[in-house]
């Protein structure tokens, strides 16, 4: 099952996204700058042990006609069985309830969102996220990440 995330799943949403993190595959992310943002937070859970998070993914809206695709992280046991695609669509739902034209994502894995219909931009065709997020980045300025939009 996909729902909004809870206050008290945030360390589960953390334990989750941390062997991705030592792979190079997801930005470090803090406890705090999860609680921030947990409203943003869709996550996957299994139907009779609903306090275990076997996936998760953020949409956070950056401006008044686009929002982010953030931390997507499935479980070894949920990939390659739509989990992953799942997530992003509850995503791309909420972001067309909520008006937003063009999502975006950053990401080391842009063959996944290619396949669901996302196309490769330039970085610097996204100047709110570069100044907001990026700028503050361990890697800034040689990000290794790829910038994909999908128009909704």
């Known amino acids: 099952m996909i729902r909004k995330a809870l206050v008290n799943e ?5 334990r989750l996204i ?6 190079g595959l997801i930005l470090p992310k803090s406890l705090l700058s ?35 695709i953030r931390t997507l992280a499935v479980g070894k046991a949920f990939q390659k069985i739509g989990a992953g695609r799942s997530l992003v ?11 937003v034209k063009k999502l975006f994502t950053l990401t080391y894995v842009p063959g996944f ?6 196309a490769e931009v330039d970085k610097t065709s996204l100047p709110n996220k ?16 790829t910038a994909l939009v999908y128009q909704i």
């Open 113 to 118: 969102f290619e396949k669901m219909g996302f």
């Open 34 to 68: 999860l609680y921030t943002s947990v409203r943003d937070f869709w996550v996957l859970v299994d139907d009779e042990d609903q306090g275990t998070i076997h996936g998760c993914c953020a949409l956070q809206v950056s401006w008044v006609d686009i929002a982010e």
């Open 130 to 145: 570069i100044w907001a997020d990026c700028i503050h980045c361990q890697y800034f300025p040689d990000c290794r990440e």
């Open 10 to 14: 945030i360390p589960e949403i953390k």
């Open 18 to 23: 941390e062997p991705f993190v030592k792979e």
């Open 89 to 99: 669509n509850a995503c791309i739902d909420e972001a067309s309830q909520l008006g």
